[in-house]
């Protein structure tokens, strides 16, 4: 058991968002302990905010959107990953446009901002919810599922018969920041060049290119650097469910088995654990409660703000 976690300073990158296209900026900054992941953004004199929970999700078409009346934030779960992959319990995540910036569409960059803020404990201990009964969400085809382990662990399997450099793929993950920085975050978000024109035309992937995107054409590679892994799909679709994962806002001790999950389907398990507590308890410092879970989460809780947070991206 660890207590939770910040960064010691914040730390600033700038990109393009995958989706819009759009020029995005973002600042991580330290927040006080039981803060959670919260997204805010100055609009005029008022600082909006979004915490990442299950309770503000949006679309889930490509990508995992949060949004709260005028605030809308796309492709959330790279960063989310990278932050829940490396234990970062509380921060606010400031940003200047409604995407999170794509870098190089994995989550590498992301856990290189984290490291170089460094990462420092707080005082209380980091609560944890232990699943004790199986919660299943999905059908024959594609589903997840979470059984108890007494590690957390994610087996994930995906099946693209028809693309010879994918085809069946299976990963196994242990859940800590050591594998997740070694198997996991550089892993890149990846696409069928059949599907990438038929995006544009819905106005999705317009900031997509070889830099941030794995493109497979009919039978092949369209990049020309090949892949990070062999298994590098299946990589990914571990990476996009710790993000998604993530809405839950508390970690899980239990074993997740995908099978041709995605975002909608990983958001489905993450309600399904919410609406199911007598399938799992909390603990921490070896203590089991069976707490509200919003009491261990702030996760309906509104931001009380932010004595110390100045507009970052003017001094960009
Ligand atoms: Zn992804």
Redesign the pocket.
Known sequence: MRKQQTLSKSSFFSGIGLHSGNPVSLAIHPAPSNTGIVFVKHIGDHIHSLPASIDFLGNTDHCTTLESGDFQIQTV??ILAALVGMEVDNVYVELEGNEIPAADGSAATFVEIIQQAGIVEQTPPRTYLKVVEPITVGDDQRSISVIPSPLPKITYFIDFPNHPLIQQQEFVHACTPVEFQKHIASAR?FAFRKEVEFLWSRGLGLGGSLLNTVVFSDSDLVNEGGLRFTDECVR?KV??LIGDLALLSIPVVGHFEARCSGHWLHAELVKAIRNQPEKWILFNAGTQTKTDITSATQMNSPVTFLPDLQPAFQTL
Do not use: I, K, P, Y
Request: glycine share 0%.
């Open positions: 779960e790279h978000t990914h990476l996009d």
